[in-house]
C-alpha cells in the first residue's frame, strides 16, 4: 500500500523536526547536498526556513515540508522564481529511510503543476548531480527533457560536480505524464 503523502508549507512550527531529520541524514544527505556545512542548530535550520518564508513572500517561491504517514521525511521547493522570464527551478531533498517510495516523485508532480499553475511559470528546471542517479530519476519519470550538462558547476565540500539540468515548459506534450501522474497520488497540501 503507498504511504499517504502530504505537503506543508514550509514555516517556524517545523523547525526542530526538519533539524532532527537533517541531522539524522547527515552523510545520507551529505552525499549530494552541498549546504550540510551550514546546518549546524536549530538556529541553522530556522534562519533556512526564515529565508524560503521570505522568498516566498516576495516572489512565490513555495518550499514545502514533506510528511508520509505523518512523518516529515523531507523537503521540496522552489528556488528563487525570475518572475520576469516566468522561470523556476525546483529542489527536493529525501531521508534514507522513504527513498523508493514515490514520495518525492509525488511532491515534485505537485511542485510542477503549482509551478505552471498559481505560479504562471513558462519553465521549470530541475538540476541534479550527474552522478545522483536517484534524483535525476525523477525529472525523467515525470517527463522532463534533459537539456545538457553544466561542467563542473558545483563545489561538493572537496570536489566539482557536473549537473545535469533537465527543464518542461508550460506547452510541452509530455506535460500529460504530470497529470496522469497527479491523479493516481492525490496529494493534499496545506
Do not use: K
Amino acid at each position: 500500500m503507498p504511504p499517504s503523502i502530504a505537503l506543508e508549507a514550509l514555516n517556524p512550527d517545523h523547525t526542530l523536526e526538519l533539524y532532527r531529520l537533517t541531522e539524522a541524514n547527515r552523510e545520507h544527505l551529505r552525499e549530494w547536498l552541498p549546504w550540510l556545512d551550514s546546518i549546524r542548530s536549530s538556529r541553522d535550520t530556522r534562519a533556512f526556513i526564515d529565508a524560503t518564508m521570505a522568498e516566498s513572500a516576495a516572489h512565490g517561491a513555495p518550499h514545502f515540508a514533506i510528511r508520509s504517514d505523518g512523518r516529515l521525511c523531507g523537503v521540496a521547493g522552489f528556488h528563487a522564481l525570475d518572475t520576469q522570464n516566468r522561470t523556476g527551478s525546483l529542489g527536493y531533498w529525501l531521508d534514507r529511510q522513504h527513498g523508493g517510495r514515490g514520495i518525492i516523485t509525488a511532491a515534485v508532480a505537485e511542485l510542477v503543476q503549482l509551478g505552471f499553475g498559481e505560479c504562471r511559470l513558462n519553465r521549470i528546471e530541475i538540476r541534479c548531480a550527474v552522478g545522483n542517479t536517484r534524483s535525476r530519476a525523477i525529472p525523467e519519470r515525470l517527463g522532463f527533457t534533459l537539456e545538457g550538462v553544466l561542467r563542473q558547476c558545483e563545489w561538493l565540500y572537496s570536489h566539482y560536480v557536473d549537473h545535469a539540468v533537465y527543464a518542461m515548459l508550460a506547452d510541452d506534450p509530455q506535460r500529460h505524464l504530470i497529470d496522469s501522474f497527479r491523479r493516481t497520488t492525490c496529494l493534499p497540501r496545506s
